[in-house]
């Protein structure tokens, strides 16, 4: 099948993985691969787009190329839980992985309890921002 979408080059290869050689502090192996994909949201056409695809911490990513220098990306755990960026698609790639890796690691947080975009005044005990000191029980 001829594929309209340029294959995934070696330079954008190495931009995710360096991406992923600063937020890991390792190397992480990458997997070609190809998803199908409805690329317009008119249409029930699914066009094969070149993937990359990786793990780690518990989660899997993809990122598919969906054009010259356009790319969607996304993580999940199962089936039931995927999550995007809140983009649509990039037509950056190191911009891609990077607010991908960020969304992953907000999340993953938050999973382990950590709370995320609380406030000073969440933090200090009132609106005013004062210190009103540990609660005693």
């Not at 070609?32 to 056409?45: G, K, R, V, Y």
Request: glycine residues 8%; aromatic residues 8%; negative net charge.
């Amino acid at each position: 099948m001829n594929n309209a979408i340029p294959d995934i080059t070696d330079n954008e290869q190495h931009i995710v993985s360096e991406a992923l050689l600063q937020r890991y502090a390792k190397l992480v192996p990458l997997q070609l691969a190809d998803a199908e994909l409805q690329l317009d949201p008119l249409s029930t056409q699914l066009t094969d787009c070149p993937t990359l695809f990786w793990s780690e911490r518990g989660a899997d990513f993809v990122i598919c190329k969906v054009g010259e220098s356009r790319y969607r990306c996304q993580f999940f755990y199962s089936d039931a839980e995927q999550f995007g960026t809140g983009r649509d698609v990039y037509d950056n790639l190191a911009e891609c992985v990077t607010t991908l890796l960020q969304v992953q690691a907000d999340h993953e947080r938050t999973r382990q309890g950590v709370p995320s975009g609380a406030t000073r005044s969440q933090f200090d005990g009132d609106a005013d921002g004062g210190y009103t000191g540990p609660v005693v029980i």
